[in-house]
């Protein structure tokens, strides 16, 4: 399906749906032409690389019904490393496309950790000819088991090129000319990388074919340790939406302009904040593809590498233990230490917010009971266990990790079993019941005030917890995860 003939439909602007988006659909339901679907974020997993996957069918069908149309945009198979995409994981985005009509399928050019194991966060391919044939077989085997055209979104990188590396550009390039694929140019994301001093925006853009351009991403960012994040927390910087207005005027089939934020932020935003946010992406919309430069492209000579170049295997294997572990050294690259203790932090972050999310009542207790004991248990739990992308395995993960740790505080075994049933619920869609040492009532109350409660006194109570209806909403904060994309 990969085919450089394709010309994508002109859909116009929209945004990355999430549940926090609904209210703004409502009060202007003309506002937005399209909506991307992240399928995975409507999945759970009983691995997270073999699967089988299972869809939250309730929350395709709700999107499905919203007006306007619908792109999908993949998050849980990266292809720009050594990990294949999964047939499996394949056929569900297929059925999700034909189902929304989405004209092109689109992923990262990035890499998630081994083929066996997760680094927690989406990071930078290795830019060499190996890294190029490695990315456009896995994209060419991606059209084809997705049925549709596929773009892939330019990454972030928060690493620092090496000698041996291909020029950002001219890997695009070159990955987008094998693969004969389209291009999702993320321009916060190539944004980060020239405020961060990797390689400046221009150079970039002077290098790929920007008639394979068919989506534009647009987001907000913040200042951490030194670096500028692709964190999507709110509008893009004033300078950003400056030079976005002349890029997209450059791209002759643009399809989407698409802006990207999460539900956290979106609910932060001052009132009127974010219709200003759209009603500025109108604009940009209104001039893409309206002016071509005359400048005429940076030629990008063919380079020999000053050192032999690094096999994509071993770059993969390197990082993902660098990040997972927050181990620098395995790396191998002693300047890019900040910038790989940034990644362990995000990644772990979100790990942690995912065990939020799934264990709430567990880990507030925890938190209430230990205090600062708490974090630094939490950070042997990451590196002891590797990330398991989706918040449902996390959750299991860690709780198996904390028996084997010989926690023994009834109460808080009962909550972690009370947590994991609402859990195995939406996996099962089966009743649970959980046996609590003595009244729960007074527990949940205490836990509500953020309260550290006492064990009840008592005979044990039995809770049956039914599977009596989760909104999409309840989901969404339950069971997916797929946010690091950063």
Avoid at 63 to 88: C, D, N, Q, W, Y
Wanted: glycine share 8%; charged share 25%; hydrophobic share 45%.
């Amino acid at each position: 399906m990969a085919d450089a003939s394709f010309r994508p439909p002109r859909l116009g602007v929209g945004m990355v749906f999430a549940p926090a988006l609904r209210p703004f659909l409502e009060r202007r339901p003309d506002a937005l032409d399209l909506l991307e679907v992240e399928p995975q974020t409507l999945w759970i997993a009983d691995d997270p690389f073999a699967g089988p996957f299972f869809e939250f069918t309730p929350g395709i069908e709700m999107i499905a019904a919203l007006p306007g149309a619908k792109l999908v945009h993949s998050v849980g198979m990266p292809l720009g490393g050594t990990r294949a995409p999964e047939p499996a994981q394949m056929r569900l985005i297929r059925a999700t496309a034909e189902r929304l009509g989405s004209p092109w399928v689109s992923e990262h050019l990035s890499v998630a950790g081994t083929p066996h194991r997760a680094a927690g966060f989406l990071l930078p391919p290795v830019q060499t000819e190996a890294g190029v044939a490695q990315a456009a077989a896995n994209i060419r085997a991606f059209a084809e088991g997705v049925g549709r055209p596929v773009a892939v979104e330019t990454g972030v990188a928060y690493l620092r090129r090496k000698p041996f590396e291909m020029h950002d550009g001219d890997f695009l390039a070159a990955v987008a000319e094998e693969a004969d694929c389209g291009l999702l140019l993320d321009l916060h994301n190539l944004w980060c990388n020239e405020v961060n001093g990797r390689v400046p925006m221009d150079e970039v853009l002077a290098r790929v074919p920007l008639d394979r351009v068919w989506e534009v991403h647009l987001a907000g960012g913040e200042a951490r340790d030194g670096f500028w994040l692709d964190s999507h927390s709110g509008p893009m910087p004033a300078a950003l939406a400056d030079r976005a207005a002349e890029i997209l005027g450059s791209l002759p089939d643009l399809g989407a302009l698409n802006f990207e934020i999460y539900d956290s932020f979106l609910d932060d935003l001052a009132p009127g904040e974010f219709d200003r946010i759209v009603d500025s992406l109108r604009d940009l919309w209104e001039g893409a593809g309206r002016a071509r430069s005359d400048a005429p492209p940076i030629c990008s000579a063919a380079r020999h590498p000053e050192v032999p170049p690094t096999a994509p295997e071993a770059w993969e294997e390197g990082l993902t233990d660098a990040v997972w572990q927050d181990r620098p050294e395995r790396h191998g690259w002693a300047e890019d230490a900040p910038a790989l203790h940034l990644y362990a932090a995000l990644a772990r972050s979100f790990r942690g917010s995912m065990l939020v999310r799934t264990l709430p009542r567990t880990i507030r207790y925890l938190l209430l009971r230990d205090g600062a004991g708490m974090t630094a248990r939490l950070e042997r739990f990451f590196t002891d266990r590797p990330p398991r992308l989706y918040a449902p395995l996390e959750a299991a993960s860690f709780a198996d990790w904390l028996r084997s740790e010989g926690e023994d505080d009834a109460l808080a075994l009962a909550l972690l079993d009370y947590d994991s049933a609402f859990l195995a619920i939406l996996r099962h869609g089966e009743a649970r019941v959980v046996r609590f040492p003595g009244d729960p009532a007074p527990v949940f109350e205490a836990l509500a005030a953020n309260r550290l409660p006492r064990c009840p006194d008592g005979p044990p109570w039995d809770i049956e917890i039914l599977p009596d209806g989760f909104t999409v909403q309840d989901f969404a904060a339950s069971a997916a995860s797929f946010a690091p994309r950063a």
